[in-house]
């Protein structure tokens, strides 16, 4: 009697476990279709969420601006708010040119013309680290694609 038990709790544990993994599987495969696409070019473009695990290498990032800040030095295009922790675009003052006479001559939150919190961007260049945060470095505004429709 006691070994039926133990094989029947076997085989519910084990069964149990075989689903588990199962979903688990399942879950990845849907996962990783929504966190990377296909450009026209056929170039991989990947979520501001997968960016840390492409770190020193080229890629196309898309994501939604969730915050812009210009501390006078720095203008930053967080993908999460608060933005710590996550992908972030940062346009260096000595690039600013680059993009416009206007470009970065308000300090503050969300105060910049050409890119506003809301906007579907895809940034290109190499993602390097940040405060420990995955980033790109843009220097050219060819790098950052704006897709709002």
């Given at each position: ?8 709790t076997?085989t519910?544990f084990?069964s149990l476990?075989?689903?588990?993994l199962?979903?688990?599987?399942l879950?990845?495969?849907l996962?990783k ?5 296909k ?7 990947i979520?501001y ?8 290498k ?7 601006i ?22 972030k675009i940062?346009?260096k ?7 416009g ?15 506003k ?9 190499k993602i390097?680290?940040?405060q ?5 470095y ?9 897709k709002?429709?």
């Amino acid at each position: 009697m006691q070994k039926v038990k133990i094989f029947t709790t076997l085989t519910i544990f084990l069964s149990l476990a075989l689903i588990s993994l199962l979903f688990f599987f399942l879950y990845q495969s849907l996962y990783k279709e929504t966190l990377t696409t296909k450009t026209n070019n056929n170039e991989s473009t990947i979520s501001y969420l997968k960016a840390a695990e492409q770190e020193g290498k080229e890629a196309s990032v898309e994501g939604q601006i969730k915050y812009v800040f210009n501390n006078g030095k720095d203008l930053l295009l967080g993908f999460n708010d608060p933005h710590a922790g996550y992908f972030k675009i940062i346009i260096k003052k000595e690039n600013w040119d680059n993009f416009g006479s206007n470009f970065g001559s308000e300090i503050g939150r969300n105060k910049e013309s050409l890119y506003k919190e809301g906007d579907k961007v895809t940034a290109n260049g190499k993602i390097q680290w940040y405060q420990g945060d995955p980033v790109i470095y843009v220097s050219n505004p060819s790098q950052i694609k704006i897709k709002n429709n």
